[in-house]
């Protein structure tokens, strides 16, 4: 088994919680499911679309000096952000009211 799409977790789990590497991996594997799995990679998904559209409607407004651009990366940056937070309350809330 690979373990190294989760070594920070283990890392962390080791030092901090006292855990050994066998018994982390059992607990990871008991929590992981398709469903979470799948509501990750449809956050994924969500969070992209944002931080696209954030990007390119501040790059569509940004004026033609350099400072113009800096504003409107200040601004898409916090767009993003923003929208990412806003999304993930909306997605958390769904999938808290289908109990999922």
């Known amino acids: ?9 283990l890392v962390v789990a080791m030092g901090m919680l ?4 066998t018994e982390y ?7 992981l499911t398709l469903t979470t799995v799948a509501i990750g990679v449809f956050h994924s998904a ?3 679309v944002l931080v696209a559209l ?5 790059g569509i407004q940004c004026g033609r000096s350099a400072s113009a651009v800096g504003y409107a990366t200040t ?3 916090v767009t993003s952000i923003v929208s990412i937070i806003v ?5 958390t809330f769904a999938c808290q009211v289908l109990g999922i």
């Open 1 to 9: 088994m690979r373990i190294s799409w989760n070594s920070g977790g």
């Open 18 to 21: 006292d855990l050994n590497a």
């Open 25 to 31: 991996l059992n607990r990871t594997r008991e929590a």
């Open 46 to 48: 969500v969070f992209g």
């Open 54 to 58: 954030s990007g390119c409607l501040r």
């Open 75 to 77: 601004s898409a940056v």
């Open 87 to 91: 999304a993930t309350a909306i997605i």
